[in-house]
């Protein structure tokens, strides 16, 4: 069964840092997969926040650029997503998303705040 789960979410003040993984199943964990980290705030659409490429390339939102990192360990077949400087805008669930072989599979959500 592939399995997707997050971890890491909580409270942070702004400007503080916080890490999230996800632990991805090894049949759906390929380099040349699409992995990425979305997140919905409340009242708005789900949005892309970082990804992977097919080519393993990054790429960012905009308004994340220079505070966020999306990073991955093959050998433990995890995908992270470092915040930094972290603004109250940052707030909401995030998920953690794999698109392998025209199948697309979603994590269970981690709440992350950003409030003073």
């Known amino acids: 069964q592939v399995q997707l789960v997050e971890s890491g979410g909580g409270l942070v003040q702004p400007g503080g840092s916080l890490t999230l993984s996800c632990a991805v199943s090894?049949?759906?964990?390929?380099?040349?997969?699409?992995m990425g980290w979305y997140r919905q705030a409340p009242g708005k659409e789900r949005e892309l926040v970082a990804s992977f490429t097919s080519g393993g390339s990054r790429t960012y939102a905009d308004s994340v650029k220079g505070r966020f990192t999306i990073s991955r360990d093959t050998t433990t077949n995890t995908l992270y997503l470092l915040m930094y400087k972290m603004k109250p805008e940052d707030t909401g669930v995030y998920y953690c998303n794999v698109q392998h072989s025209g199948s697309v599979y979603w994590g269970q959500g981690t709440q992350v705040t950003v409030s003073s």
């Open positions: 090894q049949t759906i964990f390929s380099r040349h997969a699409l």
